[in-house]
Protein backbone atom coordinates (compact mmCIF):
# COMPACT_ATOMS: atom_id res chain seq x y z
CA UNK A 1 0.00 0.00 0.00
CA UNK A 2 2.37 2.44 1.01
CA UNK A 3 5.69 2.61 -0.69
CA UNK A 4 8.02 2.05 2.25
CA UNK A 5 12.01 2.05 2.69
CA UNK A 6 13.81 0.06 4.76
CA UNK A 7 11.77 -1.45 8.03
CA UNK A 8 12.76 0.12 11.02
CA UNK A 9 11.66 -1.11 14.56
CA UNK A 10 9.08 1.66 14.43
CA UNK A 11 7.60 0.55 11.18
CA UNK A 12 4.30 -0.58 12.91
CA UNK A 13 3.85 2.51 15.02
CA UNK A 14 4.22 4.92 12.33
CA UNK A 15 1.82 3.09 9.59
CA UNK A 16 -0.95 3.10 12.94
CA UNK A 17 -0.47 6.78 13.32
CA UNK A 18 -0.89 7.06 9.76
CA UNK A 19 -4.22 5.08 9.88
CA UNK A 20 -5.51 6.00 13.04
CA UNK A 21 -4.17 9.66 13.59
CA UNK A 22 -4.44 10.89 9.49
CA UNK A 23 -6.68 8.93 7.33
CA UNK A 24 -9.29 8.40 9.80
CA UNK A 25 -9.58 12.30 10.97
CA UNK A 26 -9.93 13.28 7.14
CA UNK A 27 -6.45 13.09 5.67
CA UNK A 28 -6.88 12.14 2.08
CA UNK A 29 -3.59 13.19 0.23
CA UNK A 30 -2.48 10.08 -0.54
CA UNK A 31 1.28 11.54 -1.27
CA UNK A 32 1.07 13.18 1.93
CA UNK A 33 -0.19 9.64 3.87
CA UNK A 34 2.63 8.20 2.04
CA UNK A 35 5.29 10.81 2.61
CA UNK A 36 4.28 10.36 6.36
CA UNK A 37 4.54 6.55 6.04
CA UNK A 38 8.12 6.74 5.27
CA UNK A 39 9.48 9.78 7.24
CA UNK A 40 11.20 8.58 10.44
CA UNK A 41 9.48 10.62 13.10
CA UNK A 42 11.44 8.76 15.79
CA UNK A 43 15.01 9.85 14.16
CA UNK A 44 13.98 13.24 15.26
CA UNK A 45 12.70 13.20 18.62
CA UNK A 46 15.17 13.48 21.76
CA UNK A 47 16.72 10.15 22.76
CA UNK A 48 14.54 10.24 26.19
CA UNK A 49 11.22 11.08 24.49
CA UNK A 50 11.57 8.19 21.42
CA UNK A 51 9.15 5.92 23.00
CA UNK A 52 6.52 8.47 22.42
CA UNK A 53 7.43 9.52 18.78
CA UNK A 54 4.12 8.17 16.89
CA UNK A 55 2.18 9.85 19.54
CA UNK A 56 -0.89 11.91 19.34
CA UNK A 57 0.68 14.65 20.49
CA UNK A 58 3.61 17.67 20.30
CA UNK A 59 6.80 17.04 22.21
CA UNK A 60 9.43 19.14 23.70
CA UNK A 61 12.74 19.26 21.52
CA UNK A 62 15.20 21.43 23.87
CA UNK A 63 15.43 25.57 23.60
CA UNK A 64 11.85 25.54 24.73
CA UNK A 65 10.66 24.46 21.59
CA UNK A 66 8.31 21.18 20.13
CA UNK A 67 7.96 18.83 17.34
CA UNK A 68 4.58 19.34 16.14
CA UNK A 69 1.40 16.86 16.55
CA UNK A 70 1.39 14.39 13.47
CA UNK A 71 -1.98 15.30 12.63
CA UNK A 72 -1.39 19.04 12.16
CA UNK A 73 1.62 18.85 10.08
CA UNK A 74 -0.61 16.12 7.82
CA UNK A 75 -3.14 19.40 7.66
CA UNK A 76 -0.59 21.79 6.81
CA UNK A 77 1.05 19.85 4.02
CA UNK A 78 -2.37 18.78 2.97
CA UNK A 79 -3.60 22.23 2.32
CA UNK A 80 -0.72 23.35 0.33
CA UNK A 81 -1.50 20.77 -2.26
CA UNK A 82 1.81 20.29 -3.19
CA UNK A 83 3.84 18.70 -6.34
CA UNK A 84 6.79 16.73 -7.01
CA UNK A 85 8.40 19.75 -8.88
CA UNK A 86 7.78 22.60 -5.43
CA UNK A 87 10.22 24.50 -4.36
CA UNK A 88 9.00 25.20 -1.09
CA UNK A 89 10.43 27.15 1.94
CA UNK A 90 9.65 26.19 5.77
CA UNK A 91 9.88 28.74 8.35
CA UNK A 92 10.62 26.72 11.82
CA UNK A 93 12.78 24.05 11.14
CA UNK A 94 12.49 22.81 14.70
CA UNK A 95 13.62 19.31 14.98
CA UNK A 96 13.53 18.96 10.95
CA UNK A 97 10.97 16.04 11.10
CA UNK A 98 8.09 18.68 8.99
CA UNK A 99 11.34 19.16 6.68
CA UNK A 100 11.78 15.34 5.85
CA UNK A 101 8.16 15.09 4.99
CA UNK A 102 8.28 17.93 3.07
CA UNK A 103 11.48 16.66 1.17
CA UNK A 104 9.70 13.59 0.95
CA UNK A 105 6.82 15.75 -1.29
CA UNK A 106 8.01 18.28 -3.21
CA UNK A 107 12.15 18.25 -5.33
CA UNK A 108 13.59 21.40 -3.09
CA UNK A 109 12.92 22.39 0.47
CA UNK A 110 14.74 25.41 1.84
CA UNK A 111 14.08 25.48 5.85
CA UNK A 112 15.18 28.31 8.18
CA UNK A 113 15.23 28.31 11.90
CA UNK A 114 16.34 31.08 14.25
CA UNK A 115 17.84 28.88 16.99
CA UNK A 116 21.29 27.94 15.94
CA UNK A 117 21.36 24.48 17.81
CA UNK A 118 18.09 23.60 16.62
CA UNK A 119 19.34 24.20 13.01
CA UNK A 120 22.59 22.38 13.67
CA UNK A 121 21.32 19.20 14.93
CA UNK A 122 18.11 19.13 11.69
CA UNK A 123 20.70 19.69 9.65
CA UNK A 124 22.88 16.76 11.01
CA UNK A 125 19.86 13.77 11.60
CA UNK A 126 18.56 15.64 7.38
CA UNK A 127 21.98 14.83 6.65
CA UNK A 128 22.63 11.04 8.16
CA UNK A 129 19.34 9.90 6.21
CA UNK A 130 20.16 11.06 3.49
CA UNK A 131 17.42 13.57 2.41
CA UNK A 132 19.31 15.26 -0.43
CA UNK A 133 16.92 17.81 -1.70
CA UNK A 134 16.85 19.68 1.84
CA UNK A 135 18.95 22.82 2.87
CA UNK A 136 18.61 24.61 6.31
CA UNK A 137 19.55 27.79 6.70
CA UNK A 138 20.06 29.71 10.67
CA UNK A 139 18.07 32.83 10.66
CA UNK A 140 15.17 35.12 11.01
CA UNK A 141 12.59 33.21 9.12
CA UNK A 142 9.67 35.95 9.71
CA UNK A 143 11.88 37.47 6.47
CA UNK A 144 11.10 34.84 4.37
CA UNK A 145 14.35 33.69 2.58
CA UNK A 146 14.54 36.12 0.07
CA UNK A 147 17.86 34.28 -1.92
CA UNK A 148 16.06 31.25 -2.64
CA UNK A 149 12.48 32.98 -3.50
CA UNK A 150 10.24 32.57 -5.28
CA UNK A 151 8.77 29.49 -3.34
CA UNK A 152 5.87 27.45 -4.83
CA UNK A 153 4.75 27.23 -0.94
CA UNK A 154 5.44 28.38 2.23
CA UNK A 155 4.96 26.50 5.49
CA UNK A 156 5.31 28.51 8.85
CA UNK A 157 5.62 26.35 12.14
CA UNK A 158 5.45 29.57 14.14
CA UNK A 159 2.64 31.58 15.31
CA UNK A 160 2.85 35.15 13.96
CA UNK A 161 0.58 38.54 14.62
CA UNK A 162 -0.20 38.59 10.90
CA UNK A 163 1.36 37.40 7.93
CA UNK A 164 4.70 38.75 7.29
CA UNK A 165 4.68 40.86 4.01
CA UNK A 166 8.00 39.39 2.78
CA UNK A 167 6.65 35.49 2.66
CA UNK A 168 3.93 36.79 0.44
CA UNK A 169 6.44 38.69 -2.09
CA UNK A 170 8.76 35.47 -1.81
CA UNK A 171 5.51 33.57 -2.89
CA UNK A 172 5.31 32.81 -6.82
CA UNK A 173 1.87 33.78 -8.71
CA UNK A 174 0.27 30.62 -8.00
CA UNK A 175 1.67 29.95 -4.91
CA UNK A 176 0.19 28.83 -1.56
CA UNK A 177 1.68 29.80 2.43
CA UNK A 178 -0.07 28.25 5.26
CA UNK A 179 0.23 30.07 8.46
CA UNK A 180 -0.86 30.33 12.03
CA UNK A 181 -2.07 33.82 12.95
CA UNK A 182 -3.10 35.02 16.29
CA UNK A 183 -1.57 35.17 19.80
CA UNK A 184 -0.52 32.97 22.48
CA UNK A 185 -4.10 32.47 23.63
CA UNK A 186 -6.16 31.91 20.21
CA UNK A 187 -4.77 31.05 16.92
CA UNK A 188 -5.92 30.13 13.09
CA UNK A 189 -4.40 28.15 9.96
CA UNK A 190 -4.49 30.06 7.06
CA UNK A 191 -4.35 29.50 3.69
CA UNK A 192 -3.52 32.30 1.83
CA UNK A 193 -2.88 32.00 -2.31
CA UNK A 194 -1.33 34.40 -4.23
CA UNK A 195 -3.09 34.35 -7.69
CA UNK A 196 -3.04 37.44 -10.31
CA UNK A 197 -0.93 39.13 -7.34
CA UNK A 198 -3.68 39.82 -5.50
CA UNK A 199 -4.02 37.19 -2.09
CA UNK A 200 -7.37 34.86 -1.09
CA UNK A 201 -6.85 33.58 2.41
CA UNK A 202 -8.97 30.60 3.67
CA UNK A 203 -9.27 30.01 7.82
CA UNK A 204 -8.55 26.22 8.53
CA UNK A 205 -8.77 25.19 11.91
CA UNK A 206 -7.40 26.70 15.35
CA UNK A 207 -4.08 25.97 16.69
CA UNK A 208 -1.27 26.44 19.25
CA UNK A 209 1.71 26.83 17.82
CA UNK A 210 4.69 28.38 19.57
CA UNK A 211 5.67 32.07 18.81
CA UNK A 212 7.48 32.97 15.52
CA UNK A 213 10.20 35.70 16.94
CA UNK A 214 11.56 37.89 14.72
CA UNK A 215 11.44 41.30 12.72
CA UNK A 216 7.99 40.61 10.92
CA UNK A 217 7.09 38.40 13.80
CA UNK A 218 6.54 38.86 17.88
CA UNK A 219 9.27 40.44 19.62
CA UNK A 220 11.27 38.47 22.44
CA UNK A 221 9.60 38.85 25.58
CA UNK A 222 6.12 40.33 24.44
CA UNK A 223 4.63 36.62 23.87
CA UNK A 224 1.97 35.39 26.50
CA UNK A 225 0.86 32.08 26.17
N1 LIG B 1 8.13 21.97 12.12
C1 LIG B 1 8.85 21.89 13.36
C2 LIG B 1 8.15 22.70 14.40
C3 LIG B 1 9.12 23.34 15.32
S1 LIG B 1 8.44 24.50 16.47
C4 LIG B 1 8.99 20.43 13.77
O1 LIG B 1 8.26 19.59 13.23
O2 LIG B 1 9.82 20.12 14.61
C5 LIG B 1 8.69 26.02 15.65
C6 LIG B 1 10.11 26.45 15.41
O3 LIG B 1 10.07 27.77 14.88
C7 LIG B 1 10.99 26.52 16.66
O4 LIG B 1 12.11 25.71 16.48
C8 LIG B 1 11.39 28.01 16.73
O5 LIG B 1 12.71 28.22 17.20
C9 LIG B 1 11.25 28.43 15.27
N2 LIG B 1 11.12 29.87 15.04
C10 LIG B 1 10.44 30.79 15.76
N3 LIG B 1 10.57 32.02 15.20
C11 LIG B 1 11.33 31.85 14.07
C12 LIG B 1 11.81 32.73 13.05
N4 LIG B 1 11.55 34.05 13.05
N5 LIG B 1 12.56 32.19 12.05
C13 LIG B 1 12.85 30.88 12.02
N6 LIG B 1 12.44 30.00 12.96
C14 LIG B 1 11.67 30.48 13.97
New binding site residues.
Partial sequence: MYDLPQPDAYRDERLLMVEQQLRARGIRDERVLDAMARAPRHE?VPQEHRGEAYEDH?IA?G??????QPFV?AAMLEALALRPEDVAL??????????AVLAELVGTVY?????AS?AER?TAVLERLGYSNVTVVH?????GLAEAAPFDAI????AAPQVPRPLMDQLRDGGRLVIPVGSGFAQNLQLVRKIGGAATTMYLDGVR??????????REGEWIG
Wanted: no cysteine.
Fill in positions: FPIEGQTISVEVGTGSGYETSIERILAGDGSQVVSAFVPLIGREGF
